[in-house]
């Protein structure tokens, strides 16, 4: 299945730049967001010398009317990628994160992740449907931290568990509409998000098979997929587990650094 004209956020680096590259071909349109307009155009190029038309725009997600206007104007969308998100953590100093940083992850991760996704959804179910009664598609990057409370990271993890739980419980309505929709929920990739972080990180993948796997997924029209299935799992269990035992584990290892 080829995806001719993509819209994606957060396109600038990380696994943004690779799900751009990994999609751009001859004939291909990409409008391609992100905040560093310098990284942004580089990505553009990279994209344009594999045929591509790739269009970038310097916007922040967080700018609900800017999203509004860039998603009703790009034209027909096979998919939209909502990818664009920061983290941050307490820095293991602090008892809790600090009100600014917390707004701004919730900001960026959960209303950011609306400003990309519901202007697209209006735009798509005004297509019309393909042979298989399909509108268009549409993907939102979250985290497999979602699926643990983590006392090191408790915005990010509680942002992501919030955009998983949003695009699962609507993907039904969606589909109805002839929109596919699907909770992307990748567990640590090497990408500038990850590089600072001073613990262990089980599973480490690189961005681009990150990106492969996520478009497969989409493919195949799946509503959530999280991998590796085997942290998924992992992380699904231990959210059973009582607080205070998770509390113990998590204070041996080293916090997630403050933004």
């Known amino acids: 299945m080829a995806f001719m004209h993509v819209l994606l956020t957060g396109a600038s680096s990380g696994i943004g730049r690779a799900l751009a590259l990994a999609l751009a071909g001859p004939g291909v349109t990409l409008h ?16 344009h010398a594999k045929g591509a038309i790739a269009l ?10 800017a999203m509004n206007d860039w998603i009703e104007n790009a034209g027909p969308l096979d998919l939209v990628i909502a990818n664009a998100g920061i983290s941050g953590g307490t820095g293991g100093g602090a008892t809790v994160e600090n009100e600014a940083q917390t707004r701004a992850i919730f900001a960026a991760n959960l209303d950011g992740m609306l400003n990309t996704v519901l202007p697209a959804m209006a735009v798509m179910a ?11 598609r549409i993907a939102v990057v979250g985290s497999i931290a979602g699926f643990l409370p983590g006392q090191g990271a408790p915005a990010y993890c509680a942002s992501k ?28 990739i090497e990408t500038p998000m990850t590089a600072s972080n001073a613990f262990p990180m089980p599973g480490l993948m ?8 996520m478009l497969r997924a ?42």
């Open 218 to 259: 989409i493919r195949l029209d799946m509503t959530r997929y999280a991998f590796p299935g085997w942290m998924a799992a992992a992380a699904r269990l231990a959210a059973l587990l009582p607080a205070e035992w998770r509390d113990a584990v998590a204070k041996r290892f080293p916090a997630k650094g403050t933004m």
């Open 126 to 136: 005004l297509q019309p449907p393909d042979a298989k009664g399909v509108r268009g």
């Open 56 to 65: 970038p725009l310097a916007l922040s997600v967080t700018d609900a009317a």
């Open 32 to 47: 391609l967001g992100g905040r560093d307009n310098s990284r942004l155009r580089a990505v553009a190029a990279e994209c």
């Open 206 to 213: 690189s961005a681009d098979r990150a990106a492969g796997l």
């Open 161 to 188: 568990a919030a955009v998983d739980s949003w695009v699962v419980g609507t993907a039904p309505s969606a589909r109805s509409m002839g929109i596919r929709m699907t909770s992307l929920c990748p567990g640590f």
